[in-house]
Antibody
Framework: QVTLRESGPALVKPTQTLTLTCTFS??????????VSWIRQPPGKALEWLAL???????HYNASLKTRLTISKDTSKNQVVLAMTNMDPVDTATYYC??????????????WGQGILVTVSS | SYELTQPPSVSVSPGQTASITCSGD??????ACWYQQKPGQSPVLVMY???KRPSGIPERFSGSNSGNTATLTISGTQAMDEADYYC??????????FGGGTKLTVL
């Protein structure tokens, strides 16, 4: 079955770089049209899409955060990594990775990880 | 940028029909998806391509999308449907956008 799991630090200091890893199983990111995204949710607030990488290494970022984000994949390890620079307390959120089986066509994110709460504080 | 607007809250009595709207410029020209999120849990896809239900989603959930508004409808609402609901679209220029979420209260 399809599973995704986020891992990384629970606490980072302001100005540091956050690195999160999404480890997945049950599908391959080398399969045509497959995508993995990062999405975050500050406590009590709405979902915010961050970045997406697809099977062909096509990458898209949230325009408002683009300068701070880097997404990459290691197909052999079934992992997608997100790096976010210059962390600030407002970046405190639960960070999710999620799968989408096609970038277009409106299929949505059909599987999500359990999320990892990242707190930014000195 | 592209924005999706949802009402912050919707209330419904058990057994009645709940409608949650999502508004955006020419939204009907894009595909809308909907997610249900219960407290402390990850979002769950409940509707894709405007009106298709993923496997395991009850038939009481339905969707539509026309003009500037997509709507998620829950018929015969049950207490277990109480949750936050988010709409989401994909666009080749904006990529992924989520709405601000709607808290559905069943009372």
């Amino acid at each position: 079955q399809v599973t995704l799991r986020e891992s990384g630090p629970a606490l980072v200091k302001p100005t540091q770089t956050l690195t999160l890893t999404c480890t997945f199983s049950g599908f391959s990111l080398s399969t045509g049209s497959m995508c993995v995204s990062w999405i975050r949710q500050p406590p009590g607030k709405a979902l915010e899409w961050l970045a997406l990488i697809d099977w062909d290494n096509d990458i898209h970022y949230n325009a408002s955060l683009k300068t701070r984000l880097t997404i990459s994949k290691d197909t052999s390890k079934n992992q997608v990594v997100l790096a976010m620079t210059n962390m600030d307390p407002v970046d405190t959120a639960t960070y999710y990775c999620a799968r989408m089986t096609s970038m277009s066509g409106g299929v949505g994110f059909d599987y999500w990880g359990q999320g990892i709460l990242v707190t930014v504080s000195s | 940028s592209y924005e999706l607007t949802q009402p912050p809250s919707v209330s419904v009595s058990p057994g009645q029909t709940a409608s949650i709207t999502c508004s955006g410029d020419k939204l009907g020209h894009k595909y809308a998806c909907w997610y249900q999120q219960k407290p402390g849990q990850s979002p769950v896809l409940v509707m894709y391509q405007d009106s298709k239900r993923p496997s395991g989603i009850p038939e009481r959930f339905s969707g539509s999308n026309s003009g500037n508004t997509a709507t998620l409808t829950i018929s015969g609402t049950q207490a277990m449907d109480e949750a936050d609901y988010y709409c989401q679209v994909w666009d080749s220029s904006i990529h992924v956008v989520f709405g601000g979420g709607t808290k559905l209260t069943v009372l």
